[in-house]
């Protein structure tokens, strides 16, 4: 399988005024396109009013941001620096600036978000470093690709880009999830080789509830420089932390933020959400929801004669290969889901089935439902 | 007066646990630090949480952003191309880009938020473009010193960065709005010489307010290409919009937007905030009585012996040198302010006190006591 | 065949005194390392000695600029714009920067010099483009592919970078050469789909003499947009003409050049190397020696048991497998070349040998009668 | 005095053929435009012609690069890191780029080439970041000043950009040269606020001969981290010395000269020269030679009524205001020289001569002469 084809624009958005957005509401039964067309879960919108009192120094001196730090440390088991930002492309682009020159390459999955659907932010973030994709078979770097990619690559001088990091993917793109071996596996190759480690988590809190681990085992301990973990698409408004556990990498972090544009004045109305994810296991919970749905609705599917299911169900995303016909059959019930890139050689097409936190068994048990009428 | 020395991260932030922050709600009667410490106001947190049902397409393709676009049309009378972003730096940076090619330079006032405040967001989004600082009394561009910077500078070949845009800040950082007439005569002066027109207004409402005209007159009818609408100062969580009126700046701008992370996943959560911010000219009443206060607050410091303003009062910003021991005594008393860079030769100290959408004639008439309590 | 591995440092660089410089010219005749180890041919050296007359305007209005422009627009049968600059690295970078904007991607061949050998040169002039290799066999770009990567593409959106230019080298970096018919298929689907097209010609002459077509069939007839055309491996001291083909690209060409740091204030001698590179069909007859002895020696390698030449002899590059011992006896003989990546699978050591402008029949000769020896 | 505005391209560039050209050699005992317009002095010219034999390893690994590194560590007393290049604003860009981040800022004086005449180099080098100049009367640094720009700065937390780097020009773009008190009184309150330290030396040979010290006294004893060294307005054909005494600065500088295109690959031909140039006292003599002629020049000046020469002669630059007619009366004598702008309020037309390493006195007593007969 071969490249991500992303989130495209959807063509039939509702039309703009608030009662046709208030009609798109009821289909969100029916919306399988991803996990951010979700509506932010409640706890966190209330958060955000609870943060909504009295004056707040600005520029992340509030008391939220300062809680929030304390909470990642007490979370990660590890004094990391903390930044929140909005979005993961933002998160993971300021990441690989703080591990790539410019005159670097980072080391990728021919899959990974931050080649594929990031317009080249990571290259702008970095002033031009180079992404150096690498085959696999779901979006984990294959350790012996990554052993003859490095190998040798210090011989070659000032003519090449120098390798300066690795970027993995946990939950990958195909939503299959690394063990904590694998991880480190392709970690120590990369920092044995000079390399830094980033970790885009997008999906971290999906990964991490599959794992059963704890979220220090998946990162610095597994070898994990710095972390993009994202809330946005687990229930969050706009919300990522980025999470440095080299102090090193750190440094000046706050004016690479600014510069962008990153640091919001009212920063604690983003400290507050994801004060809001962490408690109470909010983050875990969501994720689990998402995860279990989508092994309920992988366990349909393998029901349905003509469906193959080409990665393993390790987060909150379903691909599956279907007959023509089932898929179209589904868009015209009103369902909402990606067609992807289909593999050459491959019958059927591939589409993409997101779950989310407030995906429900009757949701999953309705899509089946429908396809088995259709077929 | 010299240079804005901006807005420091505040010394004091309250202790990092919800109580304190409750309490530090208390004290923003007597925060006069920035607009950006208030909360959000009401209309539009209760905006955000009525955007929070069902699905919405993502990454802008919902109806919210659909209904922004229409609004802005409406109230600048004309079809231009409006992208919502989260900060000012942002859009700052976003517009500069569409207008000043990486060997260009930007002619700005230098007292500029572009070029003091933002830690170089222009040169990185322009990608290295130069800003040209002019002095000014005010914050306003000066036509002669302008049309001298102009002058000749075509002649001068490939040597010289190309002049490409003038920056105009509406109402300026000293807290002065540019008149339409002035205004007319920089744009005039810049567009005879081939630039073109940035407004800043991150306190666009309050300009506007201040001279009463309609959002065309002091914009595209003004000669100005491209505004930074800020809305966050002035009631909003965090919401800009960026508006370009020449359709040939606004090419590509979303891939621009999109590698620098500003693209909401939930962007019906900006558009929202926008929305609700233009509904019953909330963004007008609320700069309305910004305004008001800082004029009830000038009123009051000048009746104060051995204050001196050295600034029109044209918006929602009153500078004012004050005796040392009276800055004190509204520094003991609790109050929240910037000690600015007091020019060489004056006697005193220079602060700033920013009046908001929240402040009261209370809040005005507890300070001016205070004052006339330490004098 | 994968990677080109490139042209790294030597290890045993002579001793850094005159005569140890001298000593290494005896060994001219033994070194197939690469086309730029070789001196300067007397024509170019004594044309720069003839430019060294009286005053000059600085910077590129000297008359022999001029004439470059005027000899350029005779040699290609069109007004194309000319800049004479010192590096092919400089040239394709700053051609790509003219055909590829920030967030846009550079289609081109896996085994590019401008992917491989320049340290992210193309990146850093683009401020942060992509360059999306293409596999092939032999360092032409294969139609099919490249129509598979254009397909489709303009529907994703903002996500993707958007691709804006193809890269062709031409002769490829392992001695083929493109023939006309087969790089107007190429360029025919770049530019069907909005794509401008670049030319890597760093090799030009090699290409061209063995194709026998004129310069402008080769180029702006077979929908090529801008040329790097390098001299400096064909006989120049430091020089290389970017050639642009289509005016609107050639738009603020010097701006980005100076700020490059690569206009000459004395530029008089940069163009005066090329136009004596012209003279007289020099460049050709130069690039025909270079090519013949290629062909000698490749001849004379196809009756060496053991040796297979994976590439066609098409320029002046022969790479060769040998069994290592044959490889060793030619080092320990004294010659000089490089090791490339021997592919996977393949056994024997693969090695390129480079002839040029200044080779001769015995150099090739004595290469042969050496490997006969060791065999 | 305000602003140096450079060297223009000029309008009556010689027409582009052979004879022209040599007609034009017949001026050069008239043209006062700039050092750049010079042929190559011949020592230089032989060096590179004996540098032309054999073969040489390319991209820096020859023999003349080595020896130019042990020279420069003899001269400079110090075991500096070397690279040469092509051009000053590429030594210049490379230089901050190594002492300045992208979201840092250079301090330098509001005269200086960087900041006047380089089309955004630094910034293009640094990746954005800024040019902070300081008024002076003569080029050189105000302490005072410095000391205010400095003061403070620190405190302002990430809304600022970083001052990083202050870099001073020897000598001064007016002719004058710092003292080697001056100059170490700057360079220790830059050093002292943490910044590092450059100095154009575009024309350092000429301030060296000037003070008479030795080149370590002048760079690194006072304070210098990096030192643009330039050759090419000094007698050579295009050849800069970019010589980093901190060699953490250093670090990956060649990484930094790849990717801008500047490494040649016959990189012997550009050691070469500056081997030449260092032989003999060559750049001494060279600069002692332009340093009289502008004396001379000066000193006759002085004698003609009317002429006021702004700036202290302590170089090969002389600045003179003259009335406009003895300004026509030099042109119609077909003198060329650049008519620089006339600072407001003072009378008459200030131009700029500019002696060379190849100037004679009988040069100098024509131009005099010419201008009594004007007169």
């Known amino acids: ?3 991500n084809t992303g989130e495209q624009i959807s063509a039939n958005a509702p039309a703009p005024d608030a009662q046709a957005a208030r009609q798109a509401g009821e289909h969100i039964r029916k919306n399988f396109a991803s996990d951010n067309v979700a509506p932010v879960c409640p706890e966190i919108l209330a958060a955000i009013g609870e943060a909504n ?6 520029y992340g001196a509030d008391p939220w941001t300062a809680g929030l730090k304390a909470r990642v440390a007490e979370i990660f088991e590890t004094d990391a620096a903390v930044f929140p930002v909005t979005t993961g492309t933002a998160s993971n682009g300021l990441a690989l600036s703080a591990l790539c020159p410019p005159w670097g390459a980072v080391l990728c ?3 990974a978000h931050i080649d594929n659907e990031e317009c080249g932010a990571p290259e702008f973030y970095t002033h031009g470093a180079k992404l150096r994709p690498l085959p ?3 979006g984990r770097i294959d350790p012996a690709l990554l052993a003859r990619a490095l190998n040798g690559h210090a011989d070659r001088g000032f003519h090449l880009s120098k390798l300066s990091a690795l970027s993995v993917t946990q939950a990958t793109e195909w939503g299959a999830t690394y063990s904590l071996e694998h991880l480190r596996e392709v970690t120590d190759l990369a920092r044995g080789a000079g390399l830094g480690v980033h970790m885009d988590g997008a999906r971290f809190s999906n990964a991490l509830a599959h794992l059963g681990c704890s979220p220090a085992d998946m990162t610095w301990r597994a070898g994990v420089d710095i972390l993009s973990l994202g809330a946005t698409k687990n229930g969050a408004l706009a919300a990522e932390a980025l999470i440095v556990f080299d102090p090193v990498r750190a440094v000046e972090m706050e004016r690479r933020i600014k510069r962008a544009g990153h640091v919001w004045s009212k920063q604690r109305f983003l400290s507050a959400q994801l004060l809001a994810w962490f408690a109470d296991d909010l983050w875990l919970r969501n994720a ?3 995860n279990d749905m989508a092994s309920r609705l992988a366990r349909g599917l393998l029901r349905q004669p003509g469906a193959t299911l080409p990665y393993a169900i390790e987060s909150n995303e379903v691909f599956v290969v279907l007959p023509e016909p089932l898929v179209q059959g589904l868009e015209q019930a009103g369902y909402d ?3 992807w890139t289909t593999p050459p ?3 059927g097409v591939l589409i993409r089935l997101v779950t989310r936190y407030d995906t429900t068994p009757d949701d999953i048990d309705g899509l089946l439902a429908s396809l088995s009428a259709v077929a």
Chains 1, 2, 3, 4 share one sequence.
Request: without cysteine; glycine residues 8%.
């Open 53 to 58: 009192v009295g004056a707040a120094p600005s």
């Open 109 to 111: 999955d021919e899959s």
């Open 1 to 3: 399988m071969e490249q």
């Open 288 to 290: 689990r929801n998402a």
């Open 136 to 138: 696999s078979a779901d």
């Open 337 to 339: 889901f990606y067609r």
């Open 345 to 347: 050689g491959v019958e």
